[in-house]
Structure formats: C-alpha cells, structure tokens
C-alpha cells in the first residue's frame, strides 16, 4: 500500500510564500499523475496544480496561474507545491493526490485513488 504525506503548510500573511511537499512511501508505486487539491472551509475539494510523472508537464488552475507552481522529484517520488503571492482565498487544506492511471489531466477528485491526510495553509490579510 501507497501512503502520501503532506508537509509545508502553516500560517503567512498576504503576499507571502510558502512550499509544500509530498512524499510517497510504502509499497513502490509508478504515479501516472500527482497532483495537490485543496478545501476552503465550507467548500468542496477543488483541484489546484497536476502534474504527469512521465515528463513532467503541469496543469494548473486558473485561480492560481502565474503564483503556484508544482514540481516533482522522481528520486525522492516527492511532488512540490511552491506557492507565491498568497492571498487570504487560498486559505484551506491542501491534499496531494495521486493517480496511477494516466486520465490525462483530471481535475475531478473521483479520478484518484491515493490522498494524504491534508495540511493546513492559512493566509492572514
């Protein structure tokens, strides 16, 4: 079995940085796709940034265009979030994910099997 966890959250002001990572361990497991979701208090899991373990190429989300950018580490078989310029709306808990069936990028949580268990990022105005 294919455990995920997450670390890097907390607390930062607005227009600060912060760089969350995932890190996979257990039985050896080929993702074809990772990626980070996250969950505003109140709301549903929305899908952040993905990325394809194959050669790398990224998705990501609108709302976090041009501020957040995921990357991986195959070695490690560690994805990263970085995440700049945060704003108080990326407040939530962030969930990295991952599919070991190539969907292509799926934004839907319903097309991922392995989650962690979620770490906090508060972003205070």
């Known amino acids: 079995q294919v455990q995920l966890e997450e670390s890097g959250g907390g607390l930062v002001q607005v227009g600060g940085s912060l760089r969350l990572s995932c890190a996979a361990s257990?039985?050896?497991?080929?993702?074809?796709?990772m990626g980070w979701f996250r969950q505003p208090p109140g709301k549903e899991r929305e899908c952040v940034a993905l990325?394809?373990?194959?050669?790398?190429?990224?998705y990501n989300a609108d709302s976090v265009k041009g501020r957040f950018t995921i990357s991986r580490d195959n070695a490690k078989k560690s994805v990263y979030l970085q995440m700049n310029s945060l704003k108080p709306e990326d407040t939530a808990v962030y969930f990295c994910a991952g599919s070991a069936i190539n969907y292509g990028f799926r934004t839907s949580r319903d097309f991922y099997d392995y989650w962690g268990q979620g770490t906090q990022v508060t972003v205070s105005s």
């Open positions: 257990g039985r050896t497991y080929n993702f074809a796709t």
């Open positions: 990325i394809r373990w194959s050669d790398g190429g990224t």
